[in-house]
């Protein structure tokens, strides 16, 4: 059984930086690409970035690119998302996600195991 378990959401002000973790386990964690989504209040769930198995590739929604940066350590089978110049739209419970294979992929069906999801609050 996959788990992760997302660690690192807070309050901060605008402008400010947070640093999100993803502790896997239960799954080869070197061999699979992994995402970040987010889902704000009202809102559907949406795609934030993705990173390959070796963590050489990466991509990213429009809205984060140039600010957020995803990264892996997969010594410690752990995911990062370093989050800067944040913006009180970034308000969202934000979550870490598996792929089963080394696919870049944005849909949200292509993820098959999630994490209860960290809160980030953005404050104006």
């Known amino acids: 059984q996959v788990q992760l378990v997302e660690s690192g959401g807070g309050l901060v002000q605008t402008g400010g930086s947070l640093r999100l973790s993803c502790a896997a386990s239960g799954r080869t964690f070197s061999s699979c690409s992994m995402g970040w989504f987010r889902q704000a209040p009202g809102k559907e769930r949406e795609f934030v970035a993705t990173?390959?198995?070796?963590?050489?590739?990466?991509y990213y929604a429009a809205s984060v690119k140039g600010r957020f940066t995803i990264s892996r350590d997969n010594a410690k089978s752990t995911l990062y998302l370093q989050m800067n110049s944040l913006k009180p739209e970034d308000t969202a419970v934000y979550y870490c996600a598996s792929t089963p294979n080394n696919l870049l992929r944005s849909r949200i069906t292509a993820y098959d195991y999630w994490g209860q999801g960290t809160q980030v609050t953005v404050s104006s």
């Open positions: 990173i390959s198995a070796s963590g050489g590739t990466t």
